[in-house]
């Protein structure tokens, strides 16, 4: 069975970067879209980016749209947000996750990953 494994969280000041990886097992990431989703105590998940698998095109909210980037490397099975500006309120759990039907935003959900926390803080 598949799994995701994020990486990458971290306490970091507003205005710094950060970047997380998503590590697929078990599946060939290849052949699926890829979300990220956030969520922050108190409120509802929201997805802040997508690449799909056929032509790595990209979407992402107004939210987050010009600081985070999605992208992806097929040969190590991985996906990346890197995530730049940050915001106090972009602190939250970050998620990644597959969908084997190839649209952004993402049509459903078949693996998710466990989470990495991001705190944004001075």
């Known amino acids: 069975q598949g799994q995701l494994v994020e990486s990458g969280g971290a306490l970091v000041q507003p205005g710094g970067s950060l970047r997380l990886s998503c590590v697929a097992a078990?599946?060939?990431?290849?052949?699926?879209?890829i979300g990220w989703y956030r969520r922050a105590p108190g409120k509802e998940r929201e997805g802040v980016a997508c690449i799909s698998a056929s032509d790595g095109s990209t979407y992402y909210p107004d939210s987050v749209k010009g600081r985070f980037t999605i992208s992806r490397d097929d040969a190590k099975n991985t996906v990346f947000l890197q995530m730049n500006s940050l915001k106090s309120e972009d602190t939250a759990v970050y998620y990644c996750?597959?969908?084997?039907?190839?649209?952004?935003?993402?049509?459903?959900?078949?693996?998710w990953g466990q989470g990495t926390q991001v705190t944004v803080s001075s």
């Open positions: 078990g599946l060939s990431l290849q052949n699926y879209a």
């Open positions: 996750t597959a969908d084997h039907i190839d649209t952004c935003p993402l049509a459903g959900f078949d693996f």
